[in-house]
């Protein structure tokens, strides 16, 4: 691990104007990714500063009855709050599908947004890679595939973003409040990730100088349709291979409103608003579900080795959308799949 | 990096409570728990696995909460209160965990086992499991590839059953 000096900031001016102060620091939260990668010399700061004791533990409601997540709540106490799991069950759903507890106790929220992908050859420095060393190439293409993109790759990346939360925000289009140097904002889910283009370093939207301060879940009644599906190489402790989000509002057998985000496909949670509004209206059964699905896959790309993941996905969505409609969640404890 | 090079760079001051005992520190900021423990503290118990947090060979309770001591570095625990499987019981006066291991045979090499012992406590006091398949799935950050994975999961399945004495235990 290349070698660092340590900061403790205790309030979030502190830590934004000592990131201003050192351009190559990096914040440290719970610590799950960063010091991994730090293991890897794939992340080389040279200053750490400590966030953990910043006021963002906190999950708080908002007057118009959602929610408000701290960027340092973990990842276990936002699964286990019991207003998420009654309001956003699906968000309490796909973090607990996603690593083990002692991960989930440590991994912060605003850390589970911004954790880098799992791609091994981003991992492995004697590789080149685009996303770790701009202009150097893609060691993933032409190399092992399985676990690579099918949706928005480009020919400089083809990794995923390998989060399970965070298919479950962009369903439920979460707000992403950061704080920099100057001002606060707020960035809409779906415009935080980004797809790698031609600069696959940048794995979302927030600026250089920002920090993440908490996420923002309006309230939004799809608790009653809802569920999370996780397909992978093991029952558990394991990145997707394909996930599902879905949820959905019905009326009389139709469809009034659809979301379904898809995880383990693409290099952000992907998800198609313009499909979802195209079914709005359409019979809760089986014949729309695999319209969805094929409409949703239609720009996939296999690579070879994951050509597997396109078929995989189509039966998954009509899985997920079948399981939410029939008000029957997928159990992230008992794994047959109903 | 060389050891004399490395105990000339700066070190930052931390304060832990380890097994009950208070320690005074000076530590490197890139030094993990698990190093500590290991290492300058020769607390040994606690096993270092793959050291990426993917075995959990290395899981501790930190502020009575179990994680992988492999991913936390030290100087970002000030205060902090961690047990070690050193801090839990004697080999003549066992943990209720560790007996009801011992009686379910619930290891083979015995690598992973303070990391299963650890994480059994932290899934105890974290109260969401009930069933022998919550227990499967909320101890599969700890690994055993001896695959004692049906013995581990009777042993814990029976402190659940007899979570009263467990209570009693931890007072």
Redo the contacts between chains.
């Keep these: 691990?290349k070698?660092?000096?340590?900061t403790?900031s205790e309030t979030v001016a502190d830590a934004v104007a000592a990131l201003a102060a050192r351009p190559q620091a990096q914040f440290?939260a719970g610590?799950?990714n960063l010091?991994?990668l730090?293991?890897y010399d794939v992340a080389r700061p040279d200053a750490?500063i400590?966030i953990?004791s910043l006021p963002l533990k906190e999950i708080e409601e908002l007057p118009d009855g959602g929610l408000r997540i701290g960027a340092l709540a973990s990842n276990?106490a936002v699964a286990?709050d019991a207003r998420v799991q009654a309001q956003f069950p699906l968000l309490a759903s796909a973090i607990l599908a996603g690593?083990?507890?002692?991960?989930r106790?440590?991994a912060t929220t605003g850390g589970n947004l911004l954790q880098r992908t799992r791609c091994s050859y981003f991992y492995d420095p004697s590789t080149p890679c685009n996303k770790r060393e701009p202009g150097s190439g893609c060691a993933a293409i032409g190399g092992l595939t399985r676990m690579h993109a099918i949706l928005g790759a480009s020919d400089k990346c083809i990794a995923v973003h390998p989060s399970d939360m965070c298919v479950a925000l962009a369903a439920l289009d979460a707000t992403v409040e950061v704080v920099g140097p100057d001002s606060a904002r707020d960035i809409a889910f779906g415009d935080f990730h980004r797809l790698p283009g031609d600069e696959p370093q940048r794995d979302n939207t927030l600026a250089c100088d920002e920090l993440v301060t908490g996420i923002r879940l309006e309230a939004n009644h799809f608790a009653d349709h809802y569920t999370y599906l996780k397909l992978r190489d093991r029952?558990?402790?394991a990145f997707a291979l394909v996930s599902v989000a879905a949820s959905m509002k019905i009326a009389d057998g139709r469809i009034v409103d659809l979301r379904i985000a898809l995880g383990g496909v693409a290099h952000r949670p992907w998800r198609d608003p313009l499909v979802e509004a195209e079914y709005a209206g359409a019979p809760a059964e089986d014949v729309t579900f695999q319209r969805v699905a094929d409409r949703l896959l239609l720009e996939a790309k296999g690579l070879g080795d994951n050509d597997f993941k396109i078929p995989l996905a189509r039966k998954a969505i009509v899985r997920a959308l079948r399981q939410a409609a029939g008000g029957t969640p997928q159990s992230?404890?008992?794994k047959a799949i109903q | 990096m060389d050891t004399a090079l490395e105990d000339r760079l700066p070190t930052c001051p931390l304060f832990l409570t380890i097994n009950g005992k208070p320690y005074t520190l000076d530590v490197h900021p890139w030094t993990t728990l698990l190093d500590l423990l290991r290492g300058d503290l020769e607390l040994t118990g606690t096993k270092k696995g793959c050291d990426h947090g993917q075995c959990g060979a290395c899981t501790v309770l930190i502020d009575g909460q179990r994680m992988n001591a492999c991913l936390k570095l030290a100087v970002t625990l000030e205060g902090a209160a961690i047990i070690t499987v050193e801090g839990l019981g004697t080999p003549e006066e066992m943990h209720p965990v560790q007996k009801v291991f011992v009686e379910h045979d619930a290891f083979q090499c015995g690598y992973c086992t303070p990391g299963q012992i650890c994480s059994t406590i932290g899934l105890l006091n974290e109260g969401h499991a009930s069933t022998r398949e919550d227990i499967r799935e909320l101890m599969s950050g700890n690994l055993c590839r001896c695959g004692a994975y049906t013995n581990i999961a009777d042993a814990i399945e029976e402190m659940l059953a007899d979570r009263v004495s467990y209570r009693e235990a931890a007072e």
């Design positions: 691990m070698r660092f000096t340590y403790r440290l610590g799950t010091v991994d730090m293991k750490i400590d953990n276990s286990y690593a083990s507890p002692q991960l106790n440590a029952l558990s402790y992230q404890t008992i």
